[in-house]
């Protein structure tokens, strides 16, 4: 069965860096666009990242454009997320999530906090 | 890109039906027929119930059924139980640059 679970959350001081993880398992990863999306505490769903299968074609939210960087390594079956100059506003629950042709999402990992705070 | 428009609450009564708007423009829902729809309880992942407006995934009941007109797009849950209390949230694709776009989330409370 398809699994997402992603790693890598915690406390961090505002204008401080992060890395989250995303391991993937039960599908051929390689096959498949991803994507991270974020949900601040008690609001809704935000896109944020997005990733074609091979790694060659990348899409940001304009909230995060210059300061966030996806990536994966289809050999380790891992996306990831490089979060710099971190900001309150970035508090949230970031979700992993498989991407299909027609752009909806058919699975989502479980999510890590990100808590932003001096 | 600003979030699609839903109705912050709903509300009814076990076997009654409601339907949640999902209110877009020309450059998002109006424009593809890419609309999802995803259920969240407290504390858990979305889960998917609708794609491509009105197709549902396996698994989901055909009492989750959804719907598109112009610029705004409907979920509409029959037959409700009280498992489906739950936040609803409208997708869309919106183009090669802002790619996806989220409503800002609906309370279904079963009353």
């Known amino acids: 069965q398809v699994q997402l679970v992603e790693s890598g959350g915690g406390l961090v001081k505002p204008g401080g860096s992060l890395r989250l993880s995303c391991a993937a398992s039960?599908?051929?990863?390689?096959?498949?666009?991803m994507s991270w999306i974020r949900q601040a505490p008690g609001k809704g769903l935000e896109w944020v990242s997005y990733i074609s299968s091979s790694g060659s074609t990348i899409y940001y939210a304009d909230s995060v454009k210059g300061r966030f960087t996806i990536s994966r390594d289809n050999a380790k079956n891992s996306l990831y997320l490089q979060m710099n100059s971190l900001r309150a506003e970035d508090t949230a629950v970031y979700y992993c999530?498989?991407?299909?042709?027609?752009?909806?999402?058919?699975?989502w990992g479980q999510g890590t906090l990100v808590t932003v705070s001096s | 890109q600003s979030a699609l428009t839903q109705p912050r609450s709903v509300s009814g009564s076990p076997g009654q039906s409601v339907t949640i708007s999902c209110t877009g423009t020309s450059s998002d829902v109006g424009g593809y027929n890419y609309v999802s729809w995803y259920q969240q309880h407290p504390g858990k992942a979305p889960k998917l119930m609708i794609y491509d407006v009105s197709k549902r995934p396996s698994g989901v009941p055909d009492r989750f059924s959804g719907s598109k007109s112009g610029n705004t797009a409907s979920l509409t849950i029959s037959g409700l139980q009280a498992e489906d209390e739950a936040d609803y949230y409208c997708c869309s694709y919106a183009g090669s640059y802002t790619l996806k776009v989220f409503g800002g989330g609906t309370k279904l409370t079963v009353l």
């Open positions: 999530a498989r991407e299909t042709p027609t752009d909806y999402i058919d699975y």
């Open positions: 039960g599908f051929t990863f390689s096959d498949y666009y």
